[in-house]
């Protein structure tokens, strides 16, 4: 009857739902059956119980953490990939319903693209950073550009941060990489491409080159110094 009432999630708060299950598969002869009512409750403790009882071996308390979107299973899930590509896809997801700052999330896109060791994983997290519009993923997407198998995926993925952020890009990388979109999609020939094409272009038409900052000759005189001028760190002093 306990077990039951487990799994069909009959406590109400999560921790309860993880004690109930975990004192079930305490007593249990085949614990790993409670694994999925553990991952349930998605708490701390639960990620912690099946993180120890998979790096004891247990395949199926791996199978448990990959279907939890507690951030606390990520760094497991990005070990597993490892030995299992396909828990890059289940890193992604959780990193995407947990982070909503797009510096961090780029930040953790990027090592599970670093990770991912064949095109279709590459192609889901490129497509993932197409949907965070900062710098740094915007560069990052630019790297496959000219790679035959995941060009088109990057192109999409290059002119989606740019319709998002192109103010915030850099002139220089954003036009180069912008103009190699447009090429990809020109090649791939289709009517939705012509479509991408025509926005890349208008887009390219809009961008106004960087302007580098400079003291005026007042500030000169009264002896300040550019600390940064939109180009060099050198001078600065503190978080770059």
């Not at 887009?203 to 580098?212: A, D, E, G, I, N």
Request: proline share 2%; with cysteine; charged share 30%.
């Amino acid at each position: 009857i306990e077990v039951q009432l487990i799994r069909h999630g009959k406590f109400k708060a999560a921790a309860e739902q993880f004690a109930n299950a975990k004192a079930a598969a305490d007593k249990a002869s085949n614990p790993d059956r409670l694994f999925g009512v553990i991952a349930k409750s998605n708490t701390d403790e639960a990620v912690a119980y099946l993180k120890e009882k998979y790096e004891a071996g247990s395949a199926n308390a791996l199978g448990a953490l990959a279907g939890m979107t507690n951030f606390k299973v990520a760094p497991v899930l990005l070990a597993a990939a490892d030995k299992d590509q396909n828990y890059i896809r289940n890193f992604v997801y959780v990193v995407e319903r947990n982070i909503t700052d797009n510096d961090r999330k780029c930040a953790e896109l990027v090592k599970a693209l670093e990770k991912a060791a064949d095109a279709k994983m590459k192609t889901v997290v490129i497509k993932a950073l197409g949907k965070v519009p900062t710098m740094n993923s915007f560069v990052n997407v630019g790297k496959y550009l000219d790679d035959k198998d995941l060009a088109y995926t990057a192109a999409v993925a290059t002119k989606g941060i740019a319709n998002a952020n192109s103010s915030e890009l850099d002139y220089f990388v954003l036009k180069e990489n912008l103009t190699k979109a447009a090429e990809i999609y020109k090649a791939a020939g289709g009517v939705d491409d012509g479509y991408a094409v025509d926005e890349i272009n208008h887009l390219l038409s809009t961008l106004v080159p960087f302007q580098k900052s400079e003291l005026t000759e007042e500030e000169k005189k009264l002896g300040y110094e550019m600390l940064f001028d939109g180009t060099d760190l050198s001078k600065w002093v503190g978080d770059k």
